[in-house]
């Protein structure tokens, strides 16, 4: 989990930048960012991509056959709780997350 800092008006590619500056041993063009199932581009601007405060980006890395590795959401069921069987979810998430599974 990152915690970042962002102006809206910076580019997405800052945000990688952000990254690279903590313990990761990737470089930026290594890496790449999603709002839900949308690459965001290198290029575009925060605000434009509709990134809330607080919002969630999942972070993907180029692996050595040059594809990108699957996005892979994983909570421990030991770490769930009550409340979290509760969460109502946004339906494209939920689809998105049951593609996912094996």
Not at 16 to 27: L, M, N, R, S
Not at 79 to 87: C, F, G, N, V
């Amino acid at each position: 989990t990152y915690f970042i800092h962002a102006n809206p008006e910076d580019p997405v590619a800052h945000l990688k930048q952000e990254i690279c500056k903590t313990e990761t041993d990737k470089a930026a063009d290594e890496m790449r960012l999603l709002l839900g199932e949308q690459v965001l581009e290198d290029s575009a601007i925060i605000k434009d991509c509709r990134i809330e405060n607080a919002g969630l980006l999942y972070l993907v890395y180029k692996q050595d056959d040059d594809t990108w590795e699957e996005v892979n959401v994983f909570k421990p069921v030991y770490a769930q709780t009550e409340e979290d069987r509760q969460i109502d979810l946004p339906d494209q998430l939920v689809s998105y997350l049951d593609s996912l599974k094996p």
